[in-house]
């Protein structure tokens, strides 16, 4: 099957279904994190995020993209600001707002894997891992 015609930022032009077999790891990474791109363009990125049970991933950041979280299943512990000493917890049904530039760490505090739909509106590289926040 040919993939759908695309605008000039990288969008189908049609209705198009992505099935899980179809979205790709070929996207920035970070430690402790396993991120499935469905859809890329220039200022979109939408994806599948898991994260193992009891997993803290690395620091880092979405530059100049603000994501938007949706805790499909398991639990989503997010730590932010000077020292990472805000803390939100988000249980399945929860969103989560992340703004651009805003160091962060996800952890998994449970005992199962959690699923988590992303989706981030921006531009420059999605994925900015970094050695850690501002100290607190």
Same mark, same amino acid.
């Given at each position: 099957?040919?993939?759908?015609?695309?605008?000039?930022?990288?969008?189908?032009?049609?209705?198009?279904?992505?099935?899980?077999?179809?979205?790709?790891?070929?996207?920035?990474?970070?430690?402790?994190?396993?991120?499935?791109?469905?859809?890329?363009?220039?200022?979109?990125?939408?994806?599948?995020?898991?994260?193992?049970?009891?997993?803290?991933?690395?620091?880092?950041?979405?530059?100049e993209f603000d994501s938007v979280i949706y805790v499909?299943?398991?639990?989503? *512990?997010?730590? @932010? /600001? #000077?020292?990472?000493?805000?803390?939100?917890?988000?249980? +399945? &049904?929860?969103?989560?707002?992340?703004?651009?530039?805003?160091?962060?760490?996800?952890?998994?505090?449970t005992d199962q894997d959690a699923g988590l739909i992303?989706? *981030?509106?921006? @531009? /420059? #590289?999605?994925?900015?891992?970094?050695?850690?926040?501002? +100290? &607190?």
């Amino acid at each position: 099957m040919e993939p759908p015609a695309s605008d000039e930022r990288g969008a189908p032009t049609e209705v198009t279904l992505i099935r899980p077999a179809d979205r790709s790891r070929g996207t920035a990474q970070t430690p402790g994190m396993d991120r499935e791109q469905a859809l890329a363009t220039d200022g979109l990125w939408s994806g599948y995020v898991t994260t193992a049970p009891g997993m803290a991933s690395g620091w880092h950041h979405h530059n100049e993209f603000d994501s938007v979280i949706y805790v499909l299943s398991g639990a989503l *512990r997010m730590e @932010s /600001g #000077p020292g990472g000493q805000h803390i939100v917890d988000a249980q +399945p &049904g929860d969103f989560v707002f992340v703004p651009r530039h805003a160091v962060h760490r996800e952890t998994n505090p449970t005992d199962q894997d959690a699923g988590l739909i992303v989706t *981030r509106i921006g @531009s /420059g #590289p999605a994925v900015v891992n970094t050695d850690g926040p501002e +100290p &607190g």
